[in-house]
């Protein structure tokens, strides 16, 4: 039984995704502040994006939480029309400043009317889909403003055993918060909500998407950026994250300027330790998802 597919709404509609709106209404500035790391770090899943899309010159394309905006730029180089969505006025913004060719629209991708700048013949993401409350809402809307065959390409997070990630610096400040915070549930919104490929496919089947397939990508993050050694730039990150930002607001209060300070030396210590052939670098695991309009 398909589920709902929901309704088109207007251009701006805040009322779906408040938490995660809220989420990255208060994360942007970290995730802005540090794009050229996560650029870095995470070229490898942007080029097998691009590789993926099969962008051509004329093409309308859509980047789903378009964040500072790294495959609009891309999209623009390839002579697309660009057109960018994200919930975040201030990640909407860098995505402007970096990309002025682009259309940047600052909007909720499950819920807001986005055939105004469509339709679309390609929808990319990179890592911008997973923070849906109603995902089969989300994809059903982003379909209704593509055009007929249109091809969607993106990349999400696979599960949290896989991916240090999302622990590596980040424990040692979670085991000191009180109260400890509570695990989400398998698939609720968060970066490793599509964990699940067999979930994720049966989700885009009912958005109404074809020939859907989800490939693994697996790929290293590697933090050494122009020759560092990335302890300094996976500590800027973590730091940024909503952990980080939990943490040094729980935490400075409690422990006191030094406290704190001796707190984030013990994570500098931890990532060293994790340096391979001089830099930090770890396994990443995603998913790799292509799928096609079947209207
Ligand atoms: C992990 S960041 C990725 C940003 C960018 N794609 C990149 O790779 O640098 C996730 C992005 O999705 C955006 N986002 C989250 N929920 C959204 C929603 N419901 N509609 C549009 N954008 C959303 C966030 O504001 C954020 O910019």
């Known amino acids: 039984m398909p589920r709902p597919q929901g309704k088109p709404?207007?251009?701006?509609?805040?009322?779906?995704?408040?938490?995660?709106?809220?989420?990255?209404?208060?994360?942007?500035?970290?995730?802005?502040?540090?794009?050229?790391?996560?650029?870095?770090?995470?070229?490898?899943?942007?080029?097998?994006?691009?590789?993926?899309?099969?962008?051509?010159?004329?093409?309308?394309?859509?980047?789903?939480?378009?964040g500072p905006g790294t495959l609009l730029a891309a999209g623009v180089a390839a002579d697309a029309t660009s057109v960018g969505v994200d919930i975040s006025a201030e990640m909407a913004?860098?995505?402007?400043?970096?990309?002025?060719?682009?259309?940047?629209?600052?909007?909720?991708?499950?819920?807001?009317?986005?055939?105004?700048?469509?339709?679309?013949?390609?929808?990319?993401?990179?890592?911008?889909?997973?923070?849906?409350?109603?995902p089969a809402a989300a994809f059903a809307n982003i379909r209704r403003a593509c055009a007929?065959?249109?091809r969607m390409a993106f990349a999400c997070w696979r599960g949290l055993d896989e991916?240090?990630?999302?622990?590596?610096?980040?424990?040692?400040?979670?085991?000191?918060?009180?109260?400890?915070?509570?695990?989400?549930?398998?698939?609720?919104p968060g970066p490793t909500a599509f964990a699940d490929a067999d979930r994720l496919s049966s989700l885009l089947e009912d958005g109404g998407w074809g020939s859907i397939d989800v490939d693994p990508l697996d790929f290293e993050c590697d933090y050494g950026v122009s020759g560092s050694d990335g302890v300094?730039?996976?500590?800027?990150?973590?730091?940024?994250?909503?952990?980080?930002?939990?943490?040094?607001?729980?935490?400075?209060?409690?422990?006191?300027?030094?406290?704190?300070?001796?707190?984030?030396?013990?994570?500098r210590a931890e990532l060293r330790r994790h340096r391979v052939n001089g830099s930090l670098r770890f396994p990443g695991a995603a998913w790799l998802v292509t799928a096609e309009n079947r209207a």
């Open 148 to 150: 007929p065959r249109a």
């Open 163 to 188: 991916n240090p990630m999302f622990t590596l610096g980040s424990t040692l400040l979670t085991e000191r918060l009180d109260p400890q915070p509570e695990s989400p549930p398998p698939g609720a």
């Open 93 to 134: 913004e860098a995505a402007r400043h970096r990309a002025p060719e682009a259309t940047v629209v600052v909007a909720d991708a499950q819920v807001a009317d986005l055939l105004t700048d469509g339709p679309y013949d390609r929808v990319l993401s990179r890592f911008g889909v997973m923070f849906f409350d109603d």
């Open 9 to 66: 709404a207007g251009r701006v509609t805040p009322v779906a995704n408040e938490e995660m709106s809220r989420n990255w209404r208060e994360g942007a500035a970290g995730w802005v502040a540090n794009e050229a790391i996560y650029d870095a770090v995470f070229a490898p899943v942007t080029a097998a994006i691009i590789d993926a899309a099969a962008l051509r010159p004329g093409h309308r394309m859509l980047d789903v939480g378009c």
């Open 232 to 267: 300094e730039e996976r500590l800027a990150t973590v730091l940024s994250s909503g952990t980080g930002r939990l943490a040094r607001e729980q935490l400075l209060p409690r422990l006191g300027p030094d406290g704190w300070e001796a707190l984030v030396d013990d994570v």
